[in-house]
């Protein structure tokens, strides 16, 4: 899905292979696969997500570039929820973007602000950025957030389910409240929007509501 395809807003992946060393988050080392996003809507440029490596932020400064836009241009820095892989840089972030409004759910803020020393400004159900709707989406963390664009008729997920081979919930032992995960996903697919985009995987491209609420199912069997 190109940047073009979304009519009235603009985005840009800044993808990333993430390494992460034995005993961080299981007995064994992995890389996992995952994108922050440069939204773009006029003239208002915002990020979703800072990734987590220092080197990743060349990759968003690349995104940035691709937006014809600097960190200087960032109206809006969102983390969708407290998890390294989303919000490990930053600390870096806001130091080259002190013009931007750091906003994360009220239940993640302040466990991202230990962690980064960033004090974030929280939002809720209804509240918009850039023309997105702030979605709170509770269980695979407590403030986890996701945004929907209804121009496009699309919804930037965060990890409310990965799109690597096949669709699928995030993993179980990263998950802080499986049953609440369960009913989140639910009442978001019922929500019948087109198009969704993961923060781990690929894009889905129309119907993604109702591959969302089969994924619901096959979960509640």
Do not use: C, W
């Not at 490596?53 to 995104?63: F, K, M, R, S, Y």
């Amino acid at each position: 899905m190109s940047s073009s395809a979304v009519p009235g807003l603009e985005f840009f992946p800044a993808p990333a292979d993430i390494y992460v060393p034995a005993g961080i988050a299981g007995p064994e080392a992995f890389t996992v696969k995952v994108q922050a996003f440069i939204v773009r809507r006029g003239e208002e440029v915002g990020l979703v997500d800072t990734l987590m490596q220092p080197d990743n932020i060349d990759l968003i400064e690349e995104a940035l570039y691709r937006a014809n836009a600097a960190f200087s241009d960032l109206r809006y820095v969102v983390i969708t929820h407290h998890h390294p892989d989303h919000s490990g840089n930053l600390a870096e972030i806001a130091r080259r973007a002190p013009q931007a409004r750091i906003v994360s759910g009220a239940h993640d803020a302040e466990t991202i602000h230990r962690a980064t020393g960033v004090a974030l400004e929280p939002v809720e159900n209804g509240d918009t950025l850039l023309g997105l709707e702030v979605i709170e989406t509770p269980g695979h963390t407590p403030g986890h957030i996701s945004l929907f664009d209804a121009v496009s008729s699309t919804m930037f997920l965060g990890d409310l389910a990965e799109n690597s081979g096949q669709l699928r919930p995030p993993p179980a032992r990263f998950t802080e409240d499986p049953a609440l995960y369960q009913r989140t996903l639910r009442s978001v697919a019922e929500l019948n929007f087109d198009n969704a985009l993961p923060s781990h995987g690929d894009p889905l491209l129309q119907h993604a509501a109702t591959m969302l609420l089969q994924l619901a199912e096959e979960l509640h069997t």
